[in-house]
């Protein structure tokens, strides 16, 4: 099976590349470390590639932007979207639910060893989704959280998250500044928070 590992830490690839490799089930049919090039991977390419493990964060650019340019890739071709495993030191609700929002058949922590990332790699190959226990507490840990907010707040809450001012909130929502503020009062009593940083993290 062809992997694509999109990823800009060449010893860590190294290291990916050498586990797969070793099953004898998989090569490694491209690398790319920046967005642009995967996208030109794809595009080059005239078969898409049976499995993708991408990275978040690629240089300063955000690695879930090649989920919807591999869904598009993939259309044109009228072929179906292979699975793609996130697999990133990033683990924080907002990127793991944009993660698989986006497509994305599984998310792997960075920390997880070789015995988990054949299995993440196993499970989503089947057709399944592959969540790591720890991203799973996350998840679990945030809906109970969620559950505390009006609609309202939690779409301040996913604006925030993104690392948007007030001023452009207000103006997405269709409502003042002071009542962002007003908003943003209400999820800190709420969380015990203080700073934006904080819910950022949620």
Known sequence: MDVLLIDDHPMLNAGIVSILEATGLFTVCGQAQTLAEAASHIEKSETLPDLVILDVLLGEDNGL??????????????AVM????????????????????LGAAGFLSKTGGKA???????TILRGNVYLSDEVKTKLNESSSLYGKFTKQELKVID??????????????????????????SKIYFKTGFSTKEEIQKL
């Open 82 to 101: 292979p699975p793609v495993l996130v697999c990133s030191a990033l683990d924080d609700t907002f990127k793991i639910k944009t993660a698989l929002n």
């Open 65 to 78: 932007d090649f989920l919807p340019l591999l869904k598009k890739r993939c259309e044109y071709k009228k």
């Open 116 to 122: 988990e990332l054949l299995k993440a790699v196993d």
């Open 159 to 184: 604006l925030l998250k993104a690392h948007n001012s007030n001023k452009h909130i207000a103006q997405t929502l269709g409502i003042n500044v002071r009542t962002v503020e007003n908003y943003i």
